[in-house]
């Protein structure tokens, strides 16, 4: 039974055949269970021209294809499987897709509202097919659920986030942020969330192309870090409203995803929790610079929340490092 306004109706984890995918198998199971969601294990087909045949033999194209899909079909009910005798009330769904992998899995997510993708962000498979990696890149841009991406272990990965720390941009969108740290960390009594939003000021050669003063005065940063603290405890009183653990930080300085991945590193997290925009169009992984840095230097599992395009117009609300950049008055 799903826990009352669990928000998880379906999580899904995609496989690969090896062992490194099927570690996001126990906390996406895990997940699934705690919220009452579907499971959907899900695995993409390679080409079948890709598939090596027996020794000195020769198998037509439909009986290889055939041979293929049940043998992957039997892996993903053996996966099932195991997660049944874990958790005998768990509802499990298995799917084998074919085409481009990142784009059938974004379809299948969509097609089947999942609510939430867990994969590890990479992997090497007995189907000899290398994907969980630069899959991970691109589902990212593609798939429009939450992506708990998660690192590689040598022992079990854990189960269980109770230190999340959250990183907002003062840009709209930071409502869905909240909304998905709050899914996935309410799982687990005790969840203890961190706000924090870092205001980078531009540097100086950026400030003088645009005709403001080299130097950013003291008072001036202080004013926009008052600012953004008061909007980080307005979201951090809505979830200490609602029963949760909550504190905030307002950081400046350089280097926004470093000290982002710092705190984290320092402060215990176990999750990081972070919003993205990569309108469709474009053709590789576009979070923005902070975002792809936070992806690829956290060492703990990391939530990745789409959110939509940003506007184009610079200087909107909430963009704290345009609002660094001032108007050239005091406050």
């Given at each position: 039974?799903?826990?009352?306004?669990?928000?998880?109706?379906?999580?899904?984890?995609?496989?690969?055949?090896?062992s490194?995918?099927?570690?996001?198998?126990?906390?996406?199971a895990?997940?699934?269970?705690?919220?009452g969601?579907?499971?959907?294990?899900?695995?993409?087909?390679?080409?079948?021209?890709?598939?090596a045949?027996p020794?000195?033999?020769?198998?037509?194209?439909?009986?290889?294809?055939?041979?293929?899909?049940?043998?992957?079909?039997?892996?993903?009910?053996?996966?099932?499987?195991?997660?049944?005798?874990?958790?005998?009330?768990?509802?499990?769904?298995?799917?084998?897709?074919?085409?481009?992998?990142?784009?059938?899995?974004?379809?299948?997510?969509?097609?089947?509202?999942?609510?939430?993708?867990v994969?590890t962000?990479?992997?090497?498979?007995?189907?000899?097919?290398l994907?969980?990696?630069s899959?991970?890149?691109?589902?990212?841009?593609?798939?429009?659920?939450?992506?708990?991406?998660?690192?590689?272990?040598?022992?079990?990965?854990?189960?269980?986030?109770?230190?999340?720390?959250?990183?907002?941009?003062?840009?709209?969108?930071?409502e869905?942020?909240?909304?998905?740290?709050?899914?996935?960390?309410?799982?687990?009594?005790?969840?203890h969330?961190?706000?924090?939003?870092?205001?980078?000021?531009?540097?100086?050669?950026?400030?003088?192309m645009?005709g403001?003063?080299?130097?950013?005065?003291?008072?001036?940063v202080?004013?926009?870090?008052?600012?953004?603290?008061s909007?980080?405890?307005?979201?951090?009183?809505?979830?200490r409203?609602?029963?949760?653990?909550a504190?905030?930080?307002?950081?400046v300085?350089?280097?926004?995803?470093?000290?982002?991945?710092?705190?984290?590193?320092?402060?215990?997290?176990?999750?990081?929790?972070?919003?993205?925009?990569?309108?469709?169009?474009?053709?590789?992984?576009?979070?923005?610079?902070?975002?792809?840095k936070?992806?690829r230097?956290?060492t703990?599992?990391?939530?990745?929340?789409?959110?939509?395009?940003?506007?184009?117009?610079?200087?909107?609300p909430?963009?704290?490092?345009?609002?660094?950049?001032?108007?050239?008055?005091?406050?």
């Amino acid at each position: 039974m799903r826990p009352m306004n669990s928000p998880l109706r379906s999580v899904m984890v995609p496989l690969d055949g090896s062992s490194v995918s099927e570690q996001a198998l126990a906390v996406g199971a895990a997940l699934a269970s705690a919220a009452g969601a579907t499971l959907h294990l899900a695995t993409v087909k390679p080409p079948v021209s890709t598939v090596a045949g027996p020794p000195g033999g020769f198998v037509d194209g439909a009986t290889a294809e055939r041979a293929l899909h049940e043998g992957m079909r039997a892996y993903l009910e053996e996966q099932a499987g195991s997660v049944r005798a874990a958790t005998p009330a768990a509802v499990v769904a298995c799917a084998v897709l074919s085409g481009p992998t990142a784009r059938s899995l974004a379809t299948y997510a969509g097609a089947h509202e999942v609510d939430l993708v867990v994969m590890t962000t990479h992997g090497c498979g007995g189907i000899k097919r290398l994907w969980l990696g630069s899959v991970a890149d691109e589902l990212l841009r593609r798939v429009r659920s939450p992506v708990l991406l998660l690192r590689p272990a040598r022992a079990r990965q854990a189960i269980g986030f109770h230190r999340v720390l959250v990183a907002l941009d003062g840009s709209t969108g930071c409502e869905s942020v909240m909304e998905s740290a709050v899914a996935v960390g309410a799982l687990f009594p005790g969840a203890h969330y961190t706000l924090v939003q870092v205001l980078e000021p531009l540097p100086p050669r950026m400030l003088r192309m645009l005709g403001k003063p080299a130097r950013i005065g003291p008072a001036w940063v202080e004013y926009h870090r008052a600012t953004v603290l008061s909007r980080l405890e307005h979201l951090g009183w809505g979830l200490r409203h609602r029963g949760f653990a909550a504190d905030v930080r307002a950081l400046v300085g350089q280097g926004t995803a470093e000290q982002i991945l710092d705190l984290a590193r320092h402060g215990g997290s176990d999750l990081l929790v972070i919003g993205t925009r990569a309108p469709p169009e474009v053709e590789r992984l576009v979070f923005g610079s902070v975002a792809d840095k936070i992806v690829r230097g956290a060492t703990q599992p990391v939530l990745v929340v789409p959110l939509e395009p940003a506007p184009a117009a610079r200087g909107e609300p909430g963009d704290s490092t345009a609002a660094l950049a001032g108007s050239g008055r005091a406050p």
